[in-house]
């Protein structure tokens, strides 16, 4: 049996590198994939507290997570297709949609 401590550290360090990636990455997509790792650091410690403690509660909030984040990435994505097609760049800096 895999402590809790392991999966906590997983999670931590799963988070850490999504933090990571939307404060220094500039592209459009990779911010996208680092919200949603951060998303399943989530995951993983919802579950591995939910193993610990016995109870079903972490699997429920887990995947209320899950659906979230479907409907977030079909959203973001959307809106990320969009923007390209007006400006054919992924670039978050060169973005300014409030001046004409």
Known sequence: MVPLSHYLILSATLFS????????????????????????????????FDRHLNQHDGQIFSFMVMAVAAAEVSVGLAIIIALFRNRPTVNLDEFNLMKW
Do not use: T, W
């Not at 590198?17 to 500039?26: K, N, P, Q």
């Open 17 to 48: 590198i999504g933090v990571l990636g939307v404060l220094i990455r500039r592209n459009a997509i990779v911010v996208f994939m680092c919200v949603e790792i951060m998303l399943n650091a989530v995951n993983i410690s919802l579950i591995a």
